[in-house]
């Protein structure tokens, strides 16, 4: 009895690793209040290579980084939100999940990035940042509900991201 009731709690527990490592690559729609007026967005579309002057080891993914808009660089302890093409997402125990309706609507004054840039993004009341999962890759959503501030598609290839002049400067990315 003993060794039937062992190799059923070994099975459940294989079947648990196997869900989560599946979950983890698909993640479902997240969205987080990171309670930030002002916010660094770097896009890489293709990812980059070590970044010694601030820091920052190779990645060689499409991916965004959001920081807490600061003077002294990208800190760790301004890191918000890290969105990945293969699908990974994190963000800072800063951030709050949220429900509720997201950035939607129309990008005013809108503009493609599709090499790397830093944006600096106001953020509109209500604000959150939002990820979800889209075919080939993530989606990075920045904006309120009828305040979409920007929108990153993050693929393995032909990565964009559309953002608003109204409400973003762009310039250089660290290098």
Not at 31 to 56: E, M, N
Request: proline share 8%; aromatic share 8%.
């Amino acid at each position: 009895m003993r060794r039937t009731v062992l190799i059923g709690v070994s099975a459940l527990v294989i079947a648990l690793a196997a869900f989560t490592a599946t979950s983890s690559a698909t993640q479902p729609t997240r969205q987080a209040d990171c309670r930030q007026s002002l916010v660094i967005v770097l896009f890489w579309p293709k990812g980059h290579r070590a970044i010694g002057s601030i820091g920052f080891p190779a990645h060689p993914r499409p991916h965004v980084e959001v920081y807490k808009y600061g003077k002294q660089g990208y800190p760790p302890k301004n890191f918000l939100v890290f969105a990945s093409a293969n699908g990974h997402v994190t963000f800072s125990k800063a951030c709050k999940f949220a429900s509720g309706p997201g950035p939607s609507g129309a990008i005013t004054r809108k503009a493609t990035a599709h090499k790397a840039r830093a944006f600096s993004c106001r953020v509109p009341s209500g604000g959150v940042e939002r990820t979800k999962p889209i075919k080939g890759g993530i989606q990075f959503d920045l904006g309120a509900p009828r305040a979409h501030v920007l929108s990153a598609k993050l693929l393995s290839h032909g990565s964009t991201l559309d953002f608003s002049h109204a409400w973003c400067n762009v310039g250089s990315p660290p290098s």
